[in-house]
């Protein structure tokens, strides 16, 4: 189906691998597209309740493919941005459902951005982040210039961007960029316990918070109340909520089917 992506769905679970190890998942034009495929997949297949991205061998994924992208020396940097990363980012932001970062080696740069788009992170204790834009005199692009302020504060944002500080796994699970960080022998264990969790989990409600949250970003209080009675009429209609509340009085555990 790809040729730069492996791309599995089982048990719920959709699984995105990043599948160049041989130059540490570097993003040519190829697998950017590939990407915006694969979401736009897990976004129509109903079978899909949770998304996990990662990468194959030892990297996430070292950004732009630079040795590909030096053979396009007039190329526009901005069309690049607005036809390959940022459809990825909207892709992962946008989905209704979770996106789980696997984070299994270094992320940097575009793949840095990558994985703190995602609704949670799960690195292992090898794993590094690095924008590492700055280092050959770029800013930052897809979505960093965003994501870090809002996950770190605007200093920490700013000596993570303009020095291109390399963050270990433990250190971005201290500093709040990442949910947790594990043993690198333990971190498909831990990314099951969410798979595990969200694949049978109110799906419908958990992509409408999802897009509750997504809004507070730049929303006023009052504006958020009125959203949330506008998603708790959306939600209140589904069949996972007519199976919680039976659940409940049953006093049974809820078979939720993401409906």
């Known amino acids: 189906m790809f040729e730069f992506l492996k791309y599995d ?25 590939e990407l915006q495929a694969a979401f736009k997949d897990a976004k129509r297949n109903n079978e899909v309740r949770v998304v996990v991205l990662t990468g194959e061998g030892k990297a996430f994924c070292s950004g732009q493919d630079l040795k590909a992208s030096s ?34 080696g270094v992320a940097a740069g575009a793949g840095c951005s ?5 609704d949670i992170v799960v690195a292992s204790e090898s794993a590094k982040l690095i924008e590492v834009f700055v280092n050959i005199g770029l800013v930052l692009d897809s979505g960093s210039s965003y994501f870090l302020p809002r996950l770190l504060g605007s200093s920490k944002a700013f000596e993570l961007a303009t020095m291109g500080t390399r963050v270990s796994g433990k250190e971005a699970e201290a500093m709040g960029l990442i949910n947790k960080c594990v043993a690198d022998e333990s971190l498909d264990e831990a990314v099951k316990v969410y798979t595990d969790y969200y694949a049978k989990a109110p799906t419908k409600a958990i992509g409408l918070m999802k897009k509750m949250l997504n809004k507070s970003q730049g929303a006023t209080l009052s504006e958020m109340l009125d959203y949330e009675a506008y998603n708790q009429d959306i939600a209140g209609a589904t069949f996972d909520h007519k199976e919680g509340v039976q659940a409940f009085l049953d006093k049974r555990l809820p078979e939720f089917k993401g409906e």
């Open 9 to 33: 769905v089982k048990d719920g679970v959709a699984t995105i691998t990043l599948n160049r190890p041989d130059v540490y998942n570097a993003l040519n034009n190829e697998i950017t597209y």
């Open 71 to 104: 053979a396009e020396p007039n190329r526009s940097f901005s069309d690049s941005i607005h036809k390959r990363y940022n459809p990825i980012i909207k892709a992962i932001r946008n989905l209704p459902k979770p996106v789980i970062c696997r984070l299994n």
């Open 114 to 118: 990558f994985a703190i788009a995602c």
